[in-house]
């Protein structure tokens, strides 16, 4: 069983690793803004882009929140794939699925 400083200390881990993935994230979306304001997309390319950015927000918060009393079980996994150089791809896992 795990200790209450080492559960808070997995919580800090992963609320940081959801930080900075979503900051990630929403540099995304700035950059298409800029592109938006500066002509090289248009009105629906950005709102694809902002599409993309909302569901793979919400994918990272599942993986993250959803850890609650797991937090220790996701800062594992978190730390693996830091070691391994195998990070998961959120902005990938929001593309939307394309039929054929």
Same mark, same amino acid.
Request: proline share 2%.
């Given at each position: $069983?795990?200790?209450? %400083? =080492?559960?808070?200390? &997995?919580?800090?881990?992963?609320?940081?690793?959801?930080?900075?993935?979503? &900051? /990630?994230? +929403?540099?995304?979306? /700035? =950059?298409?803004?800029?592109?938006?304001? #500066? !002509? =090289?997309?248009? %009105?629906? @390319?950005?709102?694809?882009?902002?599409?993309?950015? *909302?569901?793979? %927000?919400? *994918?990272?918060?599942?993986?993250?929140? !959803?850890? !609650?009393?797991?937090? @220790?079980?996701?800062?594992?996994?978190?730390?693996? $794939?830091?070691?391994? #150089?195998?990070? +998961?791809?959120?902005?990938?896992? #929001?593309?939307?699925?394309?039929?054929?």
């Amino acid at each position: $069983m795990s200790t209450k %400083a =080492e559960r808070q200390a &997995a919580r800090e881990q992963v609320a940081a690793y959801h930080e900075a993935q979503l &900051a /990630a994230l +929403i540099q995304r979306v /700035a =950059e298409a803004v800029d592109r938006f304001r #500066g !002509g =090289e997309l248009d %009105a629906f @390319e950005a709102d694809e882009v902002m599409f993309q950015y *909302q569901r793979a %927000a919400r *994918q990272l918060w599942t993986f993250c929140q !959803g850890a !609650g009393s797991r937090a @220790e079980f996701t800062a594992q996994i978190i730390q693996r $794939m830091a070691e391994d #150089g195998e990070p +998961i791809d959120w902005w990938e896992r #929001g593309r939307p699925h394309r039929r054929s």
